[in-house]
């Protein structure tokens, strides 16, 4: 018998899992303008999905339409099973935090929390007890007499948030909620964030165009582009498996090199760059013909660099002159110039240097390596 396997974290992965929300073949066109081109998109309750991608390319048209602010030009979007199609904001079961907080300057914390619930004609001996709660959760039970102008960015982002989970919705549809936020409260706030979720069960559909939020916050990632997904996958996926030289250079960085295939095996694949001149050896078959132009992409952490040669072939090799150096303490970055060409490589510091002197200098002759499985070859 085999064994029933766990989809728990992964619904997605799930041959029955029915999504929760379900967007298909929508566009939205401004005139004869395409802010969201046709696209296609399941997202499966309690997930944290992000919708990654360079300003204007239509991540907030798109939350817009979920919310029903917007009308898709065409396709259909559901949710728990339902067409929202003239489904007006206040029925859909989903609920959004807009980029700009929109706080009501004039109401208190507490006003502000509890105005969704006062025009659904709630008693007010609910309406207290609801926004006690959600004040709690947020941790603002202490600002609740105060205005928006008195309180840290910060803050006036979790008065935003708890604005929109008061009302207990299904999904959330957060734009950018933490981008007016300092790095270091950010970071605090994503975990904050991710709490929550888990608490609540919440499906939270997130915007944003910081790609270490993404990664940090996400079940799985949308990344847009020109009103189109590229790629859609979970952090590892589109970070170790980019299927584009776009979403390669997108999430993280990466050494891009142009080449022919020469070889292809059953079992490898070896591709050949001219500049600078290099021969990758990759440990599994591809689908791609002999002689095809590809891109090798090569994450800088994946590469080694030496002062003596380790190699053992003249495969996935290359020899350089360290041009530049960042030493940022936990790791230090190498920009190193091989032929015309400047690979970035990072390099954990794992032991301190013994004289204080870095262990590689600036115009040393250094020796790159990789290992087999570590270039993506690509095909766009
Ligand atoms: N009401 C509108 N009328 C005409 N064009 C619009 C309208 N709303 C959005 N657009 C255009 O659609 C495109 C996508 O806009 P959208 O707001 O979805 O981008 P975004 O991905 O959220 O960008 P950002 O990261 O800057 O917030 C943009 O080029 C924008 O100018
Ligand atoms: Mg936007």
């Known amino acids: 018998m085999s064994e029933a396997i766990n989809y728990q974290d992964r619904p997605w992965m799930d041959p029955d899992a029915e999504p929760f929300i379900k967007v298909q073949s929508v566009s939205k066109f401004f005139g004869d303008f395409t802010a969201v081109d046709s ?3 399941e997202i499966y309750k309690g997930e944290l ?5 360079g300003s204007g390319c239509g991540k907030t048209t798109l939350l817009r339409m979920l919310a029903g602010f917007e009308n898709p030009s065409t396709g259909n979007i559901f949710i728990d099973g339902v067409n929202m199609n003239g489904v007006p904001p206040y029925e859909r079961p989903v609920n959004m935090m807009f980029q700009s907080y929109a706080l009501f300057p004039h109401m208190t914390v507490e006003s502000n929390v509890a105005y969704g619930l006062k025009r659904d004609n709630l008693g007010a001996s609910d309406i207290a007890q609801k926004v006690e709660e959600v004040l709690e959760m947020v941790e603002l039970t202490r600002f609740r007499k105060r205005k928006p102008h008195q309180l840290s960015g910060g803050q ?6 708890a604005r929109a989970l008061v009302k207990q919705p299904k999904v959330l549809l957060l734009d950018e909620p933490l981008g007016a936020l300092d790095k270091r409260l950010r970071e605090q706030a994503q975990f904050e964030l991710m709490n929550l979720q888990d608490q609540l069960g919440v499906t939270f559909v997130v915007v944003t165009h910081d790609q270490e939020e993404a990664m940090t916050l996400s079940t799985r990632i949308a990344i847009m582009d020109n009103g189109r997904f590229m790629q859609i996958g979970t952090p590892t996926e589109i970070y170790e498996f980019p299927e584009s030289r776009l979403v390669a250079n997108f999430i993280g960085n990466a050494n891009m090199f142009e080449g022919r295939i020469i070889e292809n095996g059953p079992d490898h694949v070896i591709v050949q760059s001219k500049q600078p001149e290099c021969l990758f050896y990759i440990d599994h078959g591809l689908s791609i013909q002999e002689g095809s132009k590809v891109w090798v992409a090569l994450r800088p952490e994946k590469i080694t660099v030496t002062k003596e040669s380790t190699a053992s072939g003249s495969n996935n090799t290359l020899k350089g002159m360290v041009h ?4 940022l303490g936990g790791h230090s970055t190498y920009r190193v110039k091989a032929g015309d060409t400047l690979i970035e490589i990072t390099s954990p510091n794992q032991s301190r240097p013994k004289d204080g002197n870095p262990p590689i200098d600036w115009d040393e002759e250094v020796h790159l390596s990789w290992e087999a499985s570590s270039s993506v070859v690509l095909t766009r």
């Open 324 to 327: 530049g150096i960042g030493y």
């Open 49 to 53: 999905f992000s919708l990654l991608g």
């Open 156 to 161: 006036k982002q979790r008065v935003a948030l």
């Open 39 to 41: 696209v296609d998109l």
